[in-house]
């Protein structure tokens, strides 16, 4: 069903749009590889966190990472990555093998070869924050939204929807919003050229990869395919368990290392050879009796930061009422939401930015953290 028939009189190049299960013509001169618009109905698209370092890992993990905003098995959808729209986020889509396998039979029959399948509401510029794009045909609205996404439905579940949203700004293309939208019309032409259409824009995301990538040379049995894509998420599972296994491994070897450091220089007398918990115990009485001034410190910094943000842990150094911490975080506000969690916990809490230490690679920013506690006690 996906091989190449023989060529037909229609041009393969273009724009192309499918029209409930028909080819139709948008323009046969547009330059660039072909092009086909598919129904944004069709096809979820949303933006989703993959902090991985390679194409092939961000992959591997993208259905698990958007396995809680589909209802269907894995094994029946297709996962497409796209444009990455912020540090380690992508526009990604997701569309049954079956309605893929439909487009292509579709492409083949009328010779277009090879194409990029775009959802046709990804077609619409990129907003910005908090204002969405919005162009209505008829009975039909086609949206996009400021993190990039979009998606379709009927004009007349438009104004749910929007409410839904927190009714963002709206810079409507093509024929006018109703009048319930009035409140909600921004003034932005940038994004518009001067005849009041959407201006051109890269593909952000080509359906056409993994094993839609090329067209085949022979028709793919359908049970084969679910079979195939069942086992590579099989596979995908237990490389994701064996990896965070030997990663947790790997830290808590870290972890015990750091640990035994700053023991050593508190206690230089105890031996690296011990239980680093029993040392522990026999360090924290003596420094502040059964009080244990550094674990009731740690905890109280521990428990007063996951408001603030993603903080990331690097070193901890003790001296006596104070702690220095070594911290990763994803900007300089979180820093400042860390030191006003601490305050607003009865802690004394300064921070400041880091040198980048090539040893702790991090996306965010290195920053340094003292605590003390209430009162300087």
């Known amino acids: 069903m996906l091989g190449r028939p023989a060529r037909s009189n229609l041009p393969s190049r273009g724009l192309w749009r499918i029209v409930d299960d028909r080819i ?43 396995e809680d905003a589909v209802a269907e098995p894995l094994a029946t959808l297709h ?15 997701v569309v049954r093998h079956a309605r893929m396998q439909s487009w292509l039979a579709l492409l083949a029959g009328a010779d277009l070869g090879p194409a990029i399948l775009i959802p046709d509401a990804l077609t619409l510029p990129m907003p910005s924050p908090g204002v969405w794009v919005v162009r209505t045909d008829g009975d039909r609205a086609l949206v996009r939204t400021d993190n990039g996404a979009g998606f379709a439905l009927p004009v007349t579940m438009l ?3 929007w409410s839904a949203a927190g009714r963002p700004r709206l810079v409507p293309l093509g024929a006018p919003l109703p009048a319930v939208f009035a409140e909600g019309i921004a003034a932005e032409t940038a994004l518009l050229d001067g005849s009041g259409h959407a201006t051109a824009v890269l593909a952000p995301l080509d359906l056409c990869q993994g094993p839609y990538a090329a067209t085949r ?18 596979i995908a599972h237990i490389a994701i368990l064996a990896g965070d296994t030997l990663l947790l491994d790997r830290m808590a070897d870290r972890k015990e290392a750091e640990a035994r450091a700053l023991l050593q220089s508190v206690a230089p007398q105890i031996a690296l050879t011990d239980d680093p918990v029993a040392i522990g115990d026999q360090i924290l009485p003596s420094a502040g009796g059964a009080n244990r001034p550094f674990t009731r410190l740690l905890a109280q910094t521990s428990g007063a930061l996951p408001g603030a943000g993603t903080v990331a842990f690097n070193t901890v150094a003790w001296t006596p009422g104070a702690l220095d911490l070594t911290v990763a975080v994803s900007d300089a506000a979180t820093l400042d939401r860390a030191v006003a969690a601490l305050a607003g916990a ?3 809490a300064t921070g400041a930015t880091a040198a980048v230490d090539p040893a702790r690679a991090t996306n965010g920013l290195n920053a340094t953290l003292r605590v003390t506690p209430a009162g300087g006690q």
Not at 31 to 50: I, K, N, Q, R, Y
Not at 79 to 93: D, K, M, Q, S, W
């Open 346 to 348: 009865g802690l004394g």
């Open 217 to 234: 040379s022979a028709s793919a049995s359908p049970l084969r395919t679910l079979a195939l894509v069942a086992g590579l998420g099989v």
């Open 79 to 93: 996962f497409a990555l796209g444009l990455e729209v912020a540090p380690r986020r992508h526009i990604a889509g």
């Open 24 to 66: 139709i013509a948008v323009d046969r001169t547009a330059a660039g590889p072909t092009t086909v618009l598919v129904p944004s109905e069709d096809v979820l698209t949303l933006t989703v966190d993959l902090p991985f370092p390679t194409r092939a890992q961000r992959l591997t993990h993208l259905p698990f990472a958007v």
């Open 159 to 161: 104004e749910t929807a």
